[in-house]
Nanobody, 123 residues
Framework: QVHLVESGGGLVQAGGSLRLSCAASGRTFTSYVMGWFRQAPGKDREFVAAVSWSGARTDYADSVKGRFTISRDNARNMVYLQMNRLKPEDTAVYYC????????????????WGQGTQVTVSS
């Protein structure tokens, strides 16, 4: 079992940056693939990024590649999403997810979810 709490969302102008954090509880955190998803109003939840248990491998949606960076700190049970050059189309609720299948982009591949943090990018 793992409990996830996201933070760091907010309102930012286009071109700006935000860093999202995800605090995880649970002794097996270091064995989990961790991911970030997002959901805009009226749209399906979509994959953003994933990181392997060691942090050595990362995967990104094409729409964020080169702008977003996912990382993890296993000593602190933390996962981060650094978001640069934000665009209005990045506006969504961002969710941290745990215990996923690396390489899978469907939200059903992850077992645990946080409650989400709102990111709004103004034009």
């Amino acid at each position: 079992q793992v409990h996830l709490v996201e933070s760091g969302g907010g309102l930012v102008q286009a071109g700006g940056s935000l860093r999202l954090s995800c605090a995880a509880s649970g002794r097996t955190f270091t064995s989990y693939v961790m991911g970030w998803f997002r959901q805009a109003p009226g749209k399906d939840r979509e994959f953003v990024a994933a990181v392997s248990w060691s942090g050595a491998r990362t995967d990104y949606a094409d729409s964020v590649k080169g702008r977003f960076t996912i990382s993890r700190d296993n000593a602190r049970n933390m996962v981060y999403l650094q978001m640069n050059r934000l665009k209005p189309e990045d506006t969504a609720v961002y969710y941290c997810a745990a215990d996923g299948v690396y390489g899978a982009t469907n939200f059903a591949a992850y077992d645990y979810w946080g409650q989400g943090t709102q990111v709004t990018v103004s034009s």
